[in-house]
């Protein structure tokens, strides 16, 4: 159980006992194909459109001056950001598509767009959209993919990028931020700021056409007339001319290929690094972690860039269940929220008519930004810095308080906010009978109380806390509880609160806010 839990909660947003009893039958590497699995990315598993989509996704962006309309059309765009939050969060409590969406998060957390600053709902559902579908495919076309797609173009103002006035955004956070990183492994500078210039020039010419209708809402438009025809310099000092166009050909030297081809090594290091970061540890410097990553980006540039080998090599190996890894994460808001739901088998359900797992996710939504993570407006391009951010003197107690104890002891997390459209959001219960279910998968449910803390204890947090921590866990219990559980005297209901109050106590442990 310790290494499937460990994996389900680093893949995903943790497991259920009977999904971790299921999974026992199959070795770590079925289980790993399972979760890499294509099929997880077309089709019937993609989800159907968010309630309201037919509302805003046909809105033609307002052009004139009448402030009533325009502040009618914020209002949509506004309403459209929080439906999709709301969407994107009942996708992450589907266990069937746990590491599609995790991965989902990752990739919006590494090519980061602002919905602030995007506005047009339909661009932001087809960026996040893109990396549903794509979570583990060709990094390179990824990278290609994102540098003209409508909404990175209006975040990073490529759309105000024209050969007359090169505007270096996104060309620097292209390098800086997608790519390569700032510096090397080594130390060393992977880019200049005549690179940056150079590749300004380069990628001139892209705009995003505003007048058109559905089917074709806001497309990426190539403007040759609006790219600079110019001989550029990047990295290799010898003069190319560069193209972008929409079908992809090249003048003479396409600059996402250059960029791939001069600065591979580079390029494989720095996203290598960042998904050891994620699913692994914060903590790149040591010997053992360089070598592990070094083996992912030989990997990566051996795959023509292809990242599912490189993330199926990462998931089965022995260093990514090596104990010292397993706890070695900090919960994000939405790890910790969702994995405060999984153990009792809560379900958010996708698609009803009345948009009732949606409106659940709407309250998640309130009480992960509460946590410091908003969907679609990380802090800035950077993303969320995550590990140790996520935790502060403010963060932990609202977790402890608003989240875990309002549903353990509680039984429900609140209603938090509205959806935008009217409706208010719904508060998601755990009612006696779930906990009664959850108290009688246990092994030890009709034995001694101090196994039966041990093994919940085991479940519930990556390592078993330890000793002392379980001794303070029991300390909070009636000292005629540890001889009298097991005896059939003590009713359901009283069952019931002593299964509440246990997991709570066992979730106030620092043990459980780590992955």
């Known amino acids: ?149 409508p909404a990175m173009l209006i975040y990073l103002d490529g759309i105000l990028n024209a050969g007359s006035a090169p505007n270096e955004n996104y060309a620097r956070e292209l390098q800086e931020l997608f790519t390569m990183g700032a510096f090397d492994k080594n130390g060393k500078s992977n880019y200049t700021q005549s690179d940056v210039e150079g590749l300004a020039h380069a990628l001139t010419g892209w705009t995003v056409d505003t007048t058109q209708q559905s089917p074709k809402i806001l497309p990426a438009i190539y403007n040759s007339g609006l790219h600079d025809q110019s001989k550029q310099v990047i990295y290799d000092n010898i003069e190319r001319q560069y193209n972008l166009t929409a079908s992809g050909d090249a003048m003479d030297k396409d600059v996402i290929n250059h960029i791939f081809e001069q600065r591979s090594e580079q390029i494989a290091w720095f996203i290598c690094t960042k998904l050891y970061q994620y699913f692994v540890y914060a903590d790149t410097s040591g010997a053992i972690e360089q070598a592990v990553i070094s083996e992912m980006a030989d990997l990566l540039r051996a795959s023509n860039w292809e990242l599912k080998p490189v993330l199926s090599a990462l998931l089965n190996s022995s260093h990514f269940f090596d104990e010292e890894n397993i706890g070695a994460l900090i919960k994000s808001p939405y790890e910790h929220i969702i994995g405060l739901l999984r153990p009792f088998e809560i379900l958010l359900p996708e698609n009803t008519s009345d948009g009732q797992g949606e409106l659940m996710a709407g309250s998640l939504y309130n009480y992960a930004l509460a946590g410091s993570q908003e969907l679609l407006d990380p802090p800035n391009v950077k993303g969320w810095p995550g590990y140790h951010t996520w935790i502060s003197a403010t963060t932990l107690p609202f977790r402890e308080t608003y989240i875990q104890t309002a549903l353990l002891i509680g039984g429900n997390i609140a209603a938090e906010g509205v959806d935008g459209y009217g409706q208010n959001n719904y508060p998601i219960f755990l009612l006696d009978g779930m906990v009664t279910s959850w108290g009688q998968s246990f092994t030890n449910y009709a034995g001694a109380f101090d196994d039966l803390v041990h093994e919940i204890a085991t479940y519930l947090c990556a390592h078993t806390p330890s000793a002392k921590a379980l001794a303070h866990v029991k300390s909070k219990f009636a000292s005629n509880i540890s001889y009298e559980w097991s005896d059939q005297t003590i009713t359901t209901s009283e069952r019931v609160g002593i299964l509440r109050q246990l997991a709570n106590e066992i979730m106030l442990l620092a043990d459980y806010q780590l992955s």
């Open 1 to 149: 159980m310790h290494t499937i839990n460990h994996l389900y909660r680093r893949a995903g947003f943790g497991a259920t006992l009977s999904e971790i009893n299921a999974a026992v039958a199959k070795t770590p590497s079925e289980l790993i194909d399972d979760l890499l699995d294509d099929k997880l990315l077309t089709g019937n598993y993609l989800p159907a459109d968010p309630r309201y989509a037919f509302q805003w996704k046909d809105v033609v962006p307002y052009t004139g001056t009448d402030l009533y309309q325009k502040a009618r059309q914020e209002t949509t765009y506004n309403n459209a950001a929080m439906e999709l939050r709301r969407h994107w969060t009942v996708q992450m409590c589907q266990p069937e598509t746990m590491l599609r969406e995790k991965l989902t998060v990752f990739w919006m957390n590494h090519f980061v767009i602002e919905a602030r600053k995007v506005k047009y709902p339909i661009c932001i559902y087809d960026y996040l959209s893109y990396f549903r579908q794509n979570p583990w495919g060709n990094f390179k076309k990824m990278v290609a993919d994102v540098t003209t797609s």
